[in-house]
């Protein structure tokens, strides 16, 4: 049974609100499940939530995530493709008016650790892309595609995704 629990910390000056699962079992284990930064700095709240899941990653190892129990039908999501291999799903804090991921169903923590045996998957992710990209009415005008790998890219979610973001001019450099 799990028993939710909420707390506030501060970690390298930044405020996190994270809402946890305190799982009682033959030990107790803590999961983190969400976590979201309250700091007043613009666009430091994704950077501060992938240092911290990368130093999480780090101690604790590779723990169910997000994505993982989109894939388990855990939690809800507005899916929009969905093969064997892959699906695909709006992402709840959009970068422009269409805003999605497509995300393998194989657990890749980041594009680094993929292997030479992924490529055809990786290529099918890709197709993907494009297929659902024009299924949103994106291809006309284009739309950007993204994969955050690691820490110094702000990947706060340790399983492959690729964001597609369109329906607006989108600025040059990204970073």
Known sequence: MAVPVRNIFRH???????ISAL?????????LQHCTGLSNEA???????AKFAAETRKKYGVE????SK?????IPADIIFEDDQ???FRDVNPM???HFLVIPRKPIPTLSESGDDDEPLLGHLMTIVRKVASQ???????????????KNAAQSVYHLHIHVIGGRQLGWPPG
């Not at 666009?43 to 939530?49: A, M």
């Not at 169910?64 to 994505?67: A, D, M, S, V, Y």
């Not at 989109?70 to 855990?74: M, V």
């Not at 291809?139 to 790998?149: A, E, K, M, W």
């Open 64 to 67: 169910p995530t997000l994505f």
């Open 23 to 31: 799982s009682i079992a033959p030990r107790i284990v803590m999961t």
């Open 136 to 150: 949103e009415k994106l291809d006309t005008d284009g739309y950007r595609v993204v994969i955050n790998n690691g």
């Open 12 to 18: 390298r000056g930044t405020l996190f609100q994270c």
């Open 96 to 98: 422009g008016p269409t």
């Open 43 to 49: 666009g430091n709240s994704e950077v501060n939530k």
């Open 70 to 74: 989109i894939l388990d039908k855990e």
């Open 86 to 88: 892959c699906i695909a």
